[in-house]
Structure formats: structure tokens, C-alpha cells
């Protein structure tokens, strides 16, 4: 197996909400499968206290059926002041399992999409990481709400945007994102996140953290997520058309609200029933 790896370069966004193209890559002719997706992004100026830049990256094609893929960037939160720190979080490599046509020339797009405005303004890039074999597991399907819920400031639930899922089969993984807004001293985001739906082959609960975000003492505070939340083989079995609630139970009380969202990851199909199905014919 020989794999390869090709980025759409850094590309603004704004300082605003709109759905902004990156670029377009061409993926190897020699590629049979798209194995992941690494996105990446960076503030392109001085950060403003307060404001978080909570993000996503989508990928889309008109000659690959690969739809949805919208995935969470990991956040880059602010802090307090006139020189808050900025730490930008490790990457997360989205697996995506897709399969391409060996000797062909598809085309991939990518988007960019801010969820909250900023003052300064965001440059995302894309890593594709690519295969010259088939994939040997399910394809992996990303969607997420398309606006952010504001956290409040009580020690209490607060119920997300819904997620809509139509020919899933099994919900794989959660990603449950927290951002702060203008933080106060001593007060530390500390939250967890629920998936909840009546079109789960279970009712046992789906409650994870999110990356809690920690906040010392003084009027010149930094924040820092350094890696998103993500949970994995979370196998839920789910109804082909599912309606998925986020909620959000914030665990202390804050002076000033933030934001959330929650993504998930969903095949269409379970793979060993078909590698089993297809063993037994041959």
C-alpha cells in the first residue's frame, strides 16, 4: 500500500459568517481512497479578548458521492485583557474510509465557514491523506448543527441545535465543542454534552465532557483548548432517518455567556455484515 498526502494551502476566510471556498484538489490518479482529512487554521491578526473563533471545514464534490463531511475545527479560544495568550489546539485527523476510482482524476472541494464573527480574521488549510487501496471499513460520514447555542451564564441544561441524519445506520463518534466568550477570573468552562434521540436502537445515554477550559486570576488572562474532545466507537445503532438533540449541562455558573456545538460521525451501512455477505458469494 502506498499512501500520499496533498493540502489545499491556508486560504481567508473573513471576519464574518459567509461559506468561503478554499480550493480545489485533484486527487492522485493512482488513489483508490480518501483515508482522512486533516484541517488546520490560524488567527491572521492580533486576537480579541473575548472572542473565540469556533469553525468548520466541509468537503464536497460533483464527481465523488461523499456528502456530508462537515467536521468541527478545534477552537481556538481568547481571554481577558489587552495581551491574552493564544494556543491553537493539536489537529484532528477526520477519518473518512471514502472510496475513490483508481485511475481517474476526481475533484474535491473544500469550504470554510466561521460559526461566530470575529474582529480578526481566520485563515483555514486542508491536509487530504490518500490510498492506492480500497477501504476495508465503513465509510465515515460527518454532519454537524449549522449554528452554535449560546451557553447562558446558569449551572444548568441547555438544549443545542438538532442534528438530521438520513440513511445512517450507526452513529461512530461524538465531538461535544465548548468556546468561552469574555472570561472572568476564576471561573472555568466546565461542561459536559448530551446526544440524545428517540431514533436510537438503545436508550442508554450518550453524556460526554467537552475539553474543559481553565482560567487563572488577574485582568490579563489567556485561555486554551489544547485538544478537542472526540469519542470513538461509539457504535449507536440508529434509524435511517434520525433526529439527534444536543444538550449542553454546564456545571458551574459564569459571569459571561459562551458557545456550543456538537458533531458526530455516522455510517450508512454496517461493513461486516457486507464483508461477510460477500465472502459467503464468493
Known amino acids: 500500500m502506498v499512501t500520499s498526502f496533498d493540502i489545499i494551502e491556508p486560504t481567508s476566510i473573513g471576519t464574518a459568517v459567509a461559506k468561503t471556498q478554499l480550493g480545489t484538489i485533484t486527487k492522485p490518479t493512482e488513489s483508490a481512497q480518501l483515508i482522512e482529512v486533516i484541517p488546520y487554521q490560524a488567527p491572521t491578526g492580533a486576537i480579541t479578548a473575548g472572542e473565540s473563533f469556533l469553525s468548520e471545514t466541509a468537503i464536497e464534490s460533483n464527481s465523488i458521492n461523499l456528502l456530508p463531511k462537515r467536521f468541527i475545527n478545534p477552537p481556538i479560544t481568547s481571554g481577558l485583557g489587552t495581551a491574552p495568550s493564544c ?42 491523506h490518500f490510498s492506492d487501496n480500497a477501504p476495508s471499513q465503513a465509510e465515515q460520514f460527518y454532519t454537524k448543527p449549522d449554528n452554535e447555542t449560546a451557553t447562558g451564564t446558569t449551572a444548568t441544561t441547555v438544549a443545542g441545535n438538532t442534528i438530521t441524519v438520513n440513511g445512517g445506520t450507526m452513529l461512530t463518534k461524538l465531538y461535544p465543542v465548548i468556546t468561552g466568550g469574555v ?35 488577574g485582568s490579563n488572562i489567556g485561555t486554551g483548548i489544547p485538544k478537542m474532545a472526540s469519542y470513538k466507537n461509539v457504535n449507536m445503532p440508529m434509524k435511517s432517518s434520525c433526529t439527534i438533540n444536543t444538550v449542553l449541562r454546564l456545571s458551574e455558573a459564569l459571569t459571561a455567556s459562551g458557545n456550543f456545538v456538537g458533531g458526530i460521525s455516522y455510517q450508512k451501512w454496517v461493513w461486516k455484515y457486507f464483508y461477510l455477505s460477500f ?4
Open 183 to 217: 472570561v472572568t477570573a476564576s471561573q472555568s468552562y466546565i461542561a459536559t454534552m448530551q446526544f440524545n434521540s428517540n431514533d436510537f436502537g438503545s436508550s442508554q445515554a450518550l453524556e460526554v465532557p467537552c475539553q474543559p477550559i481553565g482560567t487563572a486570576l
Open 87 to 128: 494556543i491553537i489546539p493539536m489537529l484532528e485527523a477526520y477519518e473518512c474510509f471514502t472510496p475513490l476510482t483508481q485511475g481517474g482524476t476526481e475533484q474535491i472541494q473544500a469550504y470554510g465557514q466561521a460559526q461566530v464573527a470575529n474582529t480578526a480574521g481566520l485563515v483555514i488549510g486542508v491536509d487530504f
Open 279 to 282: 465472502f459467503i458469494y464468493k
